[in-house]
Nanobody, 125 residues
Framework: QVQLVESGGGLVQAGGSLRLSCAASGRTFSSYAMGWFRQAPGKEREFVAGIHWSGASTYYADFVKGRFTISRDNAANMVYLQMNSLKPEDTAVYYC??????????????????WGKGTLVTVSL
C-alpha cells in the first residue's frame, strides 16, 4: 500500500509556472506507475500525465504536451509535475495517483489504485 501527499499548488498568473510534488510512503514506490490527474469545478477528473515505474516512459494528455513535464525520483519516493505556460483553463485540483505493477500507456482514472487528496492550482488572467 502507498500513501500520497501532493504539494506545490497555488495562485499563479497566466503564462507562469508551478511545480507540483507528490510524496509517497512505502518501500515499494519503484513498483508503481504514477500519474497526475486534475479536476476542475463541474467537470470530471481527467488524466494529465503519467510515468512508468522506472521513469523510462512518460505520457501526456494532448492539452499539456510541450508545457508540462512529469518526472520521478525513486530514491526519494517523489513524483513531480513541472507546469509551464499555464493557462486559466489549467485551473483545477491536481491529484497524484499510483498503480502498482503497471507498464502500459493508458492511465484511466478508474484504473489507479491509490490517490492523494489533491492540491489546488489557480491560474489567473
Amino acid at each position: 500500500q502507498v500513501q500520497l501527499v501532493e504539494s506545490g499548488g497555488g495562485l499563479v498568473q497566466a503564462g507562469g509556472s508551478l511545480r507540483l510534488s507528490c510524496a509517497a510512503s512505502g518501500r515499494t514506490f519503484s513498483s508503481y506507475a504514477m500519474g497526475w490527474f486534475r479536476q476542475a469545478p463541474g467537470k470530471e477528473r481527467e488524466f494529465v500525465a503519467g510515468i512508468h515505474w522506472s521513469g523510462a516512459s512518460t505520457y501526456y494528455a494532448d492539452f499539456v504536451k510541450g508545457r508540462f513535464t512529469i518526472s520521478r525520483d525513486n530514491a526519494a519516493n517523489m513524483v513531480y509535475l513541472q507546469m509551464n505556460s499555464l493557462k486559466p483553463e489549467d485551473t483545477a485540483v491536481y491529484y497524484c495517483a499510483a498503480r502498482q505493477y503497471y507498464s502500459g500507456s493508458y492511465y484511466g482514472a478508474n484504473t489507479m489504485n491509490y490517490w492523494g487528496k489533491g492540491t489546488l492550482v489557480t491560474v489567473s488572467l
